[in-house]
């Protein structure tokens, strides 16, 4: 074998030095190449990223807000506490307001959208924004802690890209243009009344939609329920079926002297009373004996279900319910027109502020001929429905806000029982 030469080493030097130089010369045409491919993808699609991305970018918007009526509470985004909200003003997003049993609030969006906040209600503007370069990008959230609204989403035009969220704590509703009521009631569920629009409604991973004039409700680990009827139920329990849910109805006795009223609990085995839409099987008697040697002194026997609902904007109310009077020992309504042996009674609270009463009696004889104008006749020992579907026109002064119901025997001597009671509102 030759022993390598100087010459030899050179030559190879040379020939390493030479594909060096080659491979640098075809990296930097790749490079060039690709960076030229780059500066065209670049013209070509960056700029609608850019005006996407510019597109989307959006700046909070400030809403008006007054109280109506009562002492309402504003915390801002900054504020440590909560403070009166004053006149009319203007509020940033992430700003919060409440009411009492007696004040309600009225807002203003920036789009032009409506919320009024009823009795006992708590809301917070969590998002209030229009793009800041695309004014047709509106986006309004709000989270409805508690209580009920009615609000009203401004009409806007053809291009405009808006969703209106309303979050509460079994889910979320969405809405467009329209009119909408939405309250959440005591056992945390929501119920959304649709007057004109579409809401769609979340809970978890289920979806379902409400349509103009129907009525949707929202539960915790339950898919929306769409299929309720426009009149909303304002008890629980109308039936008196003494649901396994607990303690709906409270049983009462007021007694001036002598014995007390009995409650009991009735659970029909022979089969239902059917008549009309009315078709429980259970319900309660109220009894009450007085010995003929005593005084006779009112006393009364009932049950009673809190109900705390802001009706305001109802323009419907009705109360049915089932009844029998056994006996009866004091003539029609007694003196003062208000010891009947079956009567229903409504508190409630007036436009005024002012608390109100509101009975209707049941008897089968008045022998003494006392007044019986807030009574209505019915036979004895018989299954009787009372029906009235106007009860809003009835009631004078006009209520805002149920308070509670009772259903209850009075008088000094009575027997007496209701299968059902539906009072309901639209």
Request: avoid cysteine.
């Amino acid at each position: 074998m030759e022993p390598p030469t100087d010459i030899n080493m050179e030559k190879e030097n040379q020939q390493n030095h030479d594909s060096n130089l080659l491979n640098a010369q075809a990296l930097a045409w790749i490079y060039t190449v690709v960076a030229f491919l780059l500066f065209i993808a670049a013209i070509i699609f960056l700029p609608g990223q850019i005006g996407q991305f510019m597109s989307r970018v959006t700046a909070p918007k400030n809403l008006y807000a007054q109280p109506i009526e009562g002492t309402v509470l504003l915390r801002g985004p900054e504020d440590m506490g909560w403070r009166p909200l004053q006149a009319r003003d203007t509020y940033p997003p992430g700003s919060r307001f409440a009411t009492d049993g007696r004040s309600r609030a009225f807002l203003q969006l920036f789009d032009g959208s409506t919320i009024q906040l009823y009795n006992n209600t708590e809301l917070k503007i969590r998002t209030s924004a229009q793009g800041r370069f695309n004014v047709d990008l509106q986006r309004l959230d709000l989270d409805l802690e508690a209580g009920r609204i009615s609000i009203g989403i401004a009409p806007v035009g053809p291009k405009t890209d808006r969703l209106v969220t309303i979050y509460m704590p079994p889910g979320k509703v969405d809405i467009e243009e329209g009119s909408y009521t939405i309250e959440t009631l005591p056992d945390r569920s929501v119920e959304v009344f649709v007057r004109r629009g579409k809401a769609t409604l979340f809970s978890g991973s289920d979806i379902a939609e409400v349509g103009m004039g129907g009525r949707g409700m929202l539960m915790s680990n339950h898919p929306p329920i769409t299929e309720l009827t426009p009149r909303t139920s304002l008890v629980k329990d109308p039936d008196l079926d003494n649901s396994p849910n607990g303690n709906l109805w409270k049983p009462f006795t007021i007694t001036e002297s002598g014995p007390s009223g009995e409650i009991e609990q009735l659970s029909f085995v022979e089969g239902k009373i059917v008549s009309g839409e009315l078709h429980p099987d259970d319900g309660y008697k109220f009894r009450r004996s007085i010995p003929d040697s005593d005084l006779h002194r009112n006393g009364e026997a009932g049950i009673a279900q809190i109900i705390n609902r802001d009706i305001r904007d109802f323009t419907e109310l009705s109360i049915r319910s089932l009844l029998k009077v056994d006996r009866q020992e004091l003539s029609g309504g007694g003196s003062l027109g208000s010891e009947y042996p079956l009567m229903l009674r409504l508190y409630y609270v007036d436009s005024t502020g002012q608390d109100q009463v509101w009975h209707h009696g049941f008897y089968y004889q008045n022998k003494d001929s006392f007044s019986v104008q807030g009574g209505s006749f019915i036979p004895k020992n018989q299954w009787t429905v009372y029906d009235e579907p106007n009860l809003l026109q009835r009631l004078n002064p006009t209520p805002v806000f149920l308070r509670r119901v009772e259903v209850l025997g009075s008088g000094w001597s009575f027997d007496s029982s209701v299968r059902a009671l539906y009072l309901e509102g639209r």
